[in-house]
Structure formats: structure tokens, C-alpha cells
């Protein structure tokens, strides 16, 4: 060969092998230099819509990976249970009351008004019973309350007292009427009628209703305490809503401990003054139905 030649090709093979270390793009170290579109498990984009992906890594080897595609998903639906089990309420003490108006539909204040009791309103002749099994403490079977003297003592007209078995004293007032067989030392359980709902006392000019009070046992002396010394209406949301052994009887005992037995008459205490009517000197003189006209001939005779 000339030499010449040799040069020519010597530099022909080295431009051919040039060419192709140039086509084989290395990018950098570690990172692959295959587009985006060619690299293994991405869709290859052809629009046949079979979802799968072709993996060209390895010439030798085609391998089909599973693409997700959008399906429509059924509603979740919870799985079917049991109905749920009712727990009754905790028990808050070893004693069992009951709402005191049975039978007839209700509301009652649940708010501090001028005394620490609730009026619970209800049709008339709507059952009062004992909260809680006990002892007939007091009966007033007479409505003695007049406006003109608006005696304390009188003003919840009819009403029964209950010394509780737990040592609580309960009050139902403004009483159409006391049942039978109702008198002071006679035992009654929780639910036992007692009266029935009125207007007596000062309650005479508005609904039916029944005058609630919760206090400790004293003499009828001091019907102050008689009237209401605990506030009543959360025990009353309790029993009415189920929880029938929430108890007042920590709550009076301690409110005792603290005002005494037979604490100070405070609020509405005074009654009313009765004028007193006004006397002459010397009465005057009755009329006698048997004064004689003088004129008058007593014989009968002219």
C-alpha cells in the first residue's frame, strides 16, 4: 500500500469512530442520558390506550409494567352493625328518686329568682308524688293565705312535706288539694301520690303550678327553711332525664353545717301589717228590738 493511502485511511477511521463515540451520549456520571420518554415504567404515550409501559433498558428483555387508569369508584358504604348497647347511668348514690309530677307535661325555671326554690308548671290537678321513699313530715290541708296580711307561713297555701330517707326534706306547695291518707308520720315511697297541683296561696293569680323546695328537717316554727335552702333544678334535670340517683343529701348536709339548723330568716320575712280599725270612746248603744213607740198604747187600749 502507498503511503499516502494508509494516512487517508487511518484518518477516515479515526473520523468514523469519532462519529460514533459522539452519538453514544454519557451524560453524567451515574445519571442515565435517556430522555424522559424512554425511560423505564412511563407510559410510551402512543395514544392506543392499553395502559401499559414497554421497558427498552435491556434490548434482550421486554417487560410489561401495569400503569393505573382513572375507574369509577363505588360509594363507601359502612358495614352493617347491631344496634348500639344503651349504658345506663352511673350510680351516684344508694337512693332512688323519681321526678315529683307524674303524668302531665311540665317546665320549671332552672335559675336563682328571690328564693332557692323552682316553680314547676303543670295542668291543674296534675299528681304530686314523693322524689324519694320517706316520712310525711308536714300537712296543711287549709289555704290560710290572705293578700291583706301575706303571711310567710301561709304562702304556699296547701302543701306536704317529705323527710327523705336520705335525711333531705322535700316541699310541694300551692296544692288544690292533699290526697288521702296523707298526714305526718305516715311512710310513702318514691311515686307516691301525695296531692294534687292548684293555685293555692299566692299563687292565686296565676297558673296551676307546683311550688318545689328542697331544705332540711326544723320545726314548723321556722318556715323559712321549710320554703327552700338548696337549689333544686339540676337533681330535678337528673331525674327527669334518667339519673335517678343523683342526690341532694351531700349538698344539705353541708349547707347545714355551714347556716345551722335553724338559720335567720333573711328574704321575704315580714308579713304585711293589718290596720287596725278605729274605736270611739263609748260603743254605741245596740238596737233594741223590743223598745215600746212612746206614744204607743201597750194595752192596746185608746
Known amino acids: 500500500m502507498r503511503p499516502g493511502l494508509g494516512v487517508r485511511w487511518a484518518a477516515v477511521m479515526g473520523a468514523v469512530l469519532m462519529t460514533a463515540a459522539c452519538t453514544t451520549a454519557t451524560g453524567i456520571a451515574g445519571v442515565s442520558a435517556q ?4 425511560a423505564p415504567g412511563t407510559s410510551t404515550g402512543t395514544g392506543t390506550g392499553t395502559g401499559v409501559a414497554t421497558d427498552t433498558a435491556s434490548p434482550a428483555v421486554t417487560a410489561t409494567i401495569p400503569v393505573p387508569t382513572p375507574t369509577h369508584q363505588a360509594a363507601v358504604r359502612p358495614p352493617e352493625g347491631d344496634d348500639p348497647v344503651r349504658v345506663p347511668p352511673p350510680k351516684l348514690s344508694k337512693y332512688t328518686y323519681t321526678f315529683p309530677v307524674k303524668g302531665c307535661e311540665i317546665t320549671y325555671q332552672r335559675r336563682l329568682l328571690v328564693l332557692p326554690k323552682t316553680t314547676i308548671w303543670a295542668a291543674k290537678g296534675c299528681a304530686f308524688v314523693a322524689p324519694v321513699g320517706g316520712v310525711v313530715d ?8 290572705l293578700p291583706s296580711t301575706d303571711s310567710g307561713a301561709h304562702r304556699e297555701g296547701r302543701f306536704v312535706t317529705v323527710v327523705g330517707d336520705d ?5 310541694g306547695g300551692h296544692l288544690d288539694s292533699v290526697a288521702d291518707g296523707i298526714r305526718p308520720g305516715v311512710r310513702v315511697s318514691a311515686g307516691q301520690l301525695l296531692g294534687r297541683v292548684g293555685n293555692t296561696g299566692n299563687a292565686r293569680d296565676t297558673g296551676p303550678n307546683l311550688y318545689f323546695a328542697i331544705s332540711w328537717k326544723t320545726g314548723s316554727s321556722f318556715w323559712w327553711v321549710r320554703r327552700g335552702m338548696v337549689e333544686p333544678w339540676d337533681y330535678l334535670d337528673a331525674w327527669l332525664s334518667g339519673n335517678r340517683t343523683l342526690s341532694p343529701r351531700q349538698e344539705a348536709l353541708a349547707l347545714r353545717g355551714r347556716l345551722g339548723e335553724t ?3 333573711t328574704v321575704l320575712c315580714a308579713s304585711k301589717k293589718v290596720p287596725k280599725t278605729r274605736r270611739t270612746s263609748e260603743p254605741e248603744p245596740e238596737e233594741n228590738p223590743f223598745t215600746l213607740d212612746p206614744t204607743a198604747n201597750p194595752f192596746g187600749r185608746p
Open 263 to 265: 338559720p335567720r330568716c
Open 167 to 171: 335525711g333531705v326534706r322535700y316541699l
Open 138 to 145: 308536714e300537712v296543711n290541708t287549709r289555704n290560710r293565705w
Open 35 to 38: 430522555s424522559p420518554s424512554d
